[in-house]
């Protein structure tokens, strides 16, 4: 390898790693020297010109002129009689600058050298990596799907840089394939046995509020701000938003006209339901907000034990608790507090729940089978007998046995 090789080959991993031409001059002069250190054992009387635009290197070694006879140094002098074979006007007493040609230090220090060049252009491009990234933790990235795994998903970036996506951090009905564009949050940056290893997200809420930012100007300029985002990813959110200018409605302009800003989050979110509400330092009218869209009558604070006693009419408890109970665990998440809900009802009102409150009690394929023959409600499914009941779904005596504790502890 001469010279024109080495620069050629060092513009190529320049123009791959995106390297800026001070340290890519700095990266070719350091193994250069390693190769002059491991040839001469010094190098300070190397001088190292390079011009990687114009592909030339040279290597000049400096030694002073002393009579034939009188070397002491052979490092940093030279015999007059060598020294005019190389420029036949030197002088006694000169310093004489010899070019030495990378081809002249041999075969093994030249594969040594490029060895070394490629070890420090990864190491650096590592470490570009990892700073790179380390800044862009909550930040949203495109890539491309490269390989899938059961466990996790790699991406590209539009760089080629590999980052990961773990099967955690997808949301529950995902689904991608090889070359599909992705948009996930940076999550975690680390680095692992030298390597950046970059986690990215689609369950974070730092991913929707990126979203809300991308979507909604308002928010990005900072006249709406996002005060807490809960999640349960692919299934319910709820964003609390407020505005310093008045003439803003906040949750309006999140919503967008006829929800046209929030259609493009909530089909990235794989049709996740997102409620918006308006965020308020009074926290009885923050609960109420965040228990919607179920109409609360009355709240008692515990302020010390952050916990909240709502009370409600009898056909807005479901509500309040949500399918699978995510709406009301998501505003606790929300607002802090500890939520328990209390069906409020008048002395002539006849007292029943509806099965889908029992969710957390009672498988759902156990509810949907009641659901299936007509009983929508505990009253209705504790009036039937079990024989019915075993012979007009697939439930085994036990399970009716079992379920119907749980709805008659519901009434005592």
Not at 170 to 193: E, H, L, W
Not at 199 to 223: C, N
Request: with cysteine; net charge negative.
């Amino acid at each position: 390898m001469n010279a024109d090789e080495l620069i050629e080959s060092f513009q190529d991993f320049k123009d791959f790693k995106n390297i800026d031409r001070v340290t890519m001059m700095h990266i070719l002069e350091d193994v250069i020297r390693d190769m002059i250190l491991r040839e001469f054992e010094d190098d300070s009387n190397f001088d190292i010109i390079i011009n990687p635009d114009k592909g030339d290197l040279e290597i000049w070694r400096n030694r002073m002129i002393v009579e034939d006879g009188a070397v002491e140094d052979d490092l940093t002098e030279i015999a007059y009689s060598q020294a005019i074979k190389i420029e036949p006007d030197f002088e006694v007493g000169e310093e004489a600058s010899e070019e030495l040609k990378i081809e002249n230090f041999g075969r093994r220090a030249i594969l040594s050298m490029r060895q070394n060049l490629v070890g420090k252009i990864q190491e650096l491009e590592k470490d570009s990596i990892y700073k790179k990234y380390k800044d862009r933790v909550g930040d949203i990235i495109t890539g491309e799907v490269y390989q899938i795994w059961k466990r996790e998903i790699l991406v590209l970036d539009d760089e080629g840089n590999e980052l990961v996506l773990p099967k955690s951090e997808q949301i529950p009905t995902d689904y991608f394939k090889k070359g599909d564009t992705v948009r996930a949050v940076v999550s975690k940056v680390d680095m692992k046995n030298a390597n950046p290893v970059i986690i990215l997200s689609r369950t974070s809420p730092a991913f929707l509020e990126r979203l809300f930012e991308m979507e909604v100007p308002e928010i990005f300029d900072g006249l709406i701000t996002i005060k807490n985002v809960v999640r349960e990813p692919g299934e319910r959110a709820k964003v609390a938003v407020e505005s310093y200018d008045d003439r803003i409605d906040p949750v309006g302009a999140c919503v967008g006209m006829k929800g046209s800003r929030i259609h493009g989050i909530v089909r990235e979110l794989r049709n996740e339901n997102i409620d918006v509400i308006n965020f308020t330092n009074n926290r009885q009218l923050y609960i109420q907000r965040a228990l919607s869209p179920a109409k609360v009558s009355s709240i008692n604070l515990d302020e010390e034990e952050k916990r909240a006693d709502v009370y409600l009419p009898s056909d807005q408890v479901s509500l309040a608790i949500g399918k699978g109970g995510h709406n009301i665990k998501l505003a606790g998440r929300l607002v802090g507090y500890d939520i328990d809900v209390y069906r409020e009802t008048a002395e002539d009102e006849e007292v029943d729940v509806d099965l889908d409150e029992f969710t957390d009690e009672i498988d759902e394929w156990i509810i949907d089978e009641l659901k299936g023959i007509g009983l929508d409600t505990a009253k209705s499914v504790l009036e039937m007998e079990n024989d019915d009941l075993v012979r007009r779904t697939e439930l085994e005596e036990e399970t009716i046995q079992e379920i119907k504790k749980i709805f008659a502890a519901e009434f005592e």
